[in-house]
């Protein structure tokens, strides 16, 4: 998770309205934010991203945070562009159009998305928990020109354990319910507790492709972690289990983040 101290290099209220007018008008965003120069900082304002592989517990993490941390607010990548899309607003619009041809949503327009949605929290003095972005150095530059990260928490859980918690999991299709053996498992073996129907297991559940889709986030994520370990600014935590690791991202927290943030 990435505690980001927000030097709003461009993102104040009026600036990013007019930011976002030029543009809707004419696409000159990009290259405005790029060169606007630096805001006043917001001194109490925390930036916090969490790094982690798929499976690996973020979920469960962030949502401790945000309870134990109350003046955060949680930014979800991928939870706005699907809010873009379906709201069927300008950068919900653009981001479609990309996706439609099957392309990747360019760096910029995910920064874009993400102020989009913070400014508000930030001009209120509300910290962020952005979840889902950046996942590559290169996103990680682009948004550095935007604001000034100054912690990273790293969830590192091992492959095998997240190979087992994901291939536990069956699901009933109709309803999205999702069983585990391990820790929730169904009143009947192999069939959903309200309608009886059979549970399945998800293709991309199997453990051979959780495994390749392991290898491809490590390979994808690695130089991630070495950028902000060059800046100095990760804290790498190692575990299996949420409930133990927490107590010790908590306790780092408390001792990065000012007492006036913490519950």
């Given at each position: 998770?990435?505690a980001?101290?927000?030097?709003?290099r461009?993102?104040?209220?009026?600036c990013y309205?007019?930011?976002?007018?030029?543009r809707?008008?004419?696409?000159?965003?990009?290259?405005?934010?790029?060169t606007m120069?630096?805001?006043?900082?917001?001194?109490?304002?925390?930036?916090?991203?969490?790094?982690?592989?798929?499976?690996?517990?973020?979920?469960?993490?962030?949502?401790?945070i945000?309870?134990?941390?109350?003046?955060?607010h949680?930014v979800?990548?991928?939870?706005?562009?699907?809010?873009?899309?379906?709201?069927?607003?300008?950068?919900?619009k653009?981001?479609?159009s990309?996706?439609?041809e099957?392309?990747?949503?360019?760096?910029?327009l995910?920064?874009?998305?993400?102020?989009?949605?913070?400014?508000?929290?930030?001009?209120e003095?509300?910290?962020?928990?952005?979840?889902?972005?950046?996942?590559?150095?290169?996103?990680?530059?682009?948004?550095?020109?935007?604001?000034?990260?100054?912690?990273?928490?790293?969830?590192?859980?091992?492959?095998?354990?997240?190979v087992?918690?994901?291939?536990?999991?069956?699901?009933?299709?109709?309803?999205?319910r999702?069983?585990?053996?391990?820790?929730?498992?169904?009143?009947?073996?192999?069939?959903?507790?309200?309608?009886?129907?059979?549970?399945?297991?998800?293709?991309?559940?199997?453990?051979?492709?959780?495994?390749?889709?392991?290898?491809?986030?490590?390979?994808v994520?690695?130089?991630?972690?070495?950028?902000?370990?060059?800046?100095?600014?990760?804290k790498?935590?190692?575990g299996?289990?949420?409930?133990?690791?927490?107590?010790?991202?908590?306790?780092?927290?408390?001792d990065?983040?000012?007492?006036?943030e913490?519950?």
């Open positions: 998770m990435i980001l101290k927000v030097v709003r461009d993102v104040t209220s009026s309205q007019q930011l976002k007018s030029a809707n008008m004419n696409m000159m965003s990009r290259s405005f934010m790029s120069s630096l805001s006043h900082p917001e001194e109490d304002s925390h930036f916090l991203l969490i790094l982690g592989k798929p499976g690996g517990g973020k979920g469960t993490i962030s949502g401790k945000l309870k134990d941390f109350s003046r955060f949680h979800s990548t991928g939870d706005l562009l699907r809010q873009h899309v379906r709201e069927q607003t300008k950068i919900g653009e981001a479609k990309y996706m439609d099957g392309r990747l949503v360019p760096d910029q995910m920064i874009d998305l993400v102020m989009d949605d913070a400014t508000p929290y930030l001009d003095g509300q910290s962020l928990l952005l979840d889902g972005f950046p996942r590559t150095s290169e996103q990680a530059v682009a948004l550095d020109k935007i604001v000034d990260v100054d912690l990273v928490i790293n969830l590192d859980i091992p492959t095998e354990t997240i087992e918690r994901i291939a536990d999991r069956w699901i009933h299709p109709a309803s999205g999702i069983y585990s053996y391990s820790y929730n498992p169904p009143k009947n073996k192999g069939l959903d507790d309200f309608t009886g129907e059979p549970l399945v297991q998800r293709e991309d559940d199997k453990p051979e492709l959780v495994r390749r889709r392991l290898a491809q986030y490590e390979a994520t690695s130089p991630l972690v070495d950028y902000y370990e060059e800046k100095g600014v990760v790498t935590f190692q299996t289990m949420s409930d133990v690791i927490y107590p010790e991202v908590k306790k780092w927290l408390h990065k983040v000012p007492e006036t913490a519950e």
